[in-house]
């Protein structure tokens, strides 16, 4: 079955720390997109990218960066100028057009210790 | 102005209710409407396509006023199982790039 894939569901990162979440897709969809989600609140748009080797920033991308080195693959970096990196992190996609909506990963939980 | 917004709720409604949620947007240049069903620390999942003609799945409806710039989803029959947040997402023409509400949490009672 077609889908996107993030890993881990749990992440846990000590101050100061770099870490990557990972987000896969197998829907050959060109548009992906990360979101961060904090408790009670909307989704924000962190960074977005519509074709392979191009990427746009979000609403939120300070402390974060992407790669699209493949059409199937957009990890996202927090780094350790993201002050507060604690929240639920949802990757999407959509093929062309988008008038079918997103397609998100189950999300991953990023913990600062 | 926020691009998308809705009421926060929550709505606590007996099972058999009937129930109705609005979302407004600011910018007249969306293109394309949804609504999600996010369940507790679980993704977004899509639950219908608002069409300009109105459209209906099983037990709930979608509208939406282009003149006012709202949609809106209504549920008939609450079930316990359509507890969640229901999350209204509206896209831009040709930006390929959605905007979120906070969404709006129903609680359904036995």
Same mark, same amino acid.
């Given at each position: 079955?077609?889908?996107?894939?993030?890993?881990?569901?749990?992440?846990?990162?000590?101050?100061?720390?770099?870490?990557?979440?990972?987000?896969?897709?197998?829907?050959?969809?060109?548009?992906?997109?990360?979101?961060?989600?904090?408790?009670?609140?909307?989704?924000?748009?962190?960074?977005?990218?519509?074709? =392979?080797?191009?990427? &746009? @920033?979000?609403?939120? /991308?300070?402390?974060?960066?992407? *790669?699209?080195?493949?059409?199937? +693959?957009?990890?996202?970096? =927090?780094?350790?100028? &993201? @002050?507060?990196?604690? /929240?639920?992190?949802?990757?999407? *996609?959509?093929?062309?057009?988008? +008038?079918?909506?997103?397609?998100?990963?189950?999300?991953?939980?990023?913990?600062?210790? | 102005?926020?691009?998308?917004?809705?009421?926060?709720?929550?709505?606590?409604?007996?099972?058999?209710?009937?129930?109705?949620?609005?979302?407004?947007?600011?910018?007249?240049?969306?293109?394309?409407?949804?609504?999600?069903?996010?369940?507790?620390?679980?993704?977004?999942?899509?639950?219908?396509?608002?069409?300009?003609?109105?459209?209906?799945?099983?037990?709930?409806?979608?509208?939406?006023?282009?003149?006012?710039?709202?949609?809106?989803?209504?549920?008939?029959?609450?079930?316990?199982?359509?507890?969640?947040?229901?999350?209204?997402?509206?896209?831009?023409?040709?930006?390929?790039?959605?905007?979120?509400?906070?969404?709006?949490?129903?609680?359904?009672?036995?």
């Amino acid at each position: 079955d077609g889908g996107i894939t993030q890993s881990p569901k749990y992440l846990f990162r000590k101050e100061g720390q770099n870490v990557t979440l990972s987000c896969e897709q197998n829907l050959n969809h060109d548009a992906m997109y990360w979101y961060r989600q904090d408790p009670g609140q909307g989704l924000r748009l962190i960074y977005y990218s519509q074709i =392979v080797n191009d990427f &746009q @920033k979000g609403d939120i /991308a300070e402390g974060y960066s992407v *790669s699209r080195e493949k059409k199937e +693959s957009f990890p996202l970096t =927090v780094t350790s100028a &993201q @002050k507060n990196p604690t /929240a639920f992190y949802l990757c999407a *996609s959509t093929g062309q057009g988008a +008038s079918y909506g997103y397609t998100f990963g189950s999300g991953t939980r990023l913990t600062v210790v | 102005r926020k691009e998308v917004e809705q009421d926060p709720g929550p709505f606590n409604v007996p099972e058999g209710a009937t129930v109705a949620f609005n979302c407004t947007y600011s910018n007249s240049a969306s293109q394309s409407f949804f609504w999600y069903r996010q369940d507790c620390r679980k993704e977004p999942k899509l639950l219908m396509s608002v069409y300009s003609s109105g459209n209906e799945d099983g037990r709930f409806t979608a509208q939406l006023n282009r003149a006012s710039q709202y949609i809106s989803l209504l549920i008939r029959d609450s079930k316990l199982s359509d507890s969640a947040t229901y999350l209204c997402v509206v896209e831009r023409y040709n930006f390929n790039k959605f905007y979120f509400g906070s969404g709006t949490k129903l609680n359904v009672k036995p």
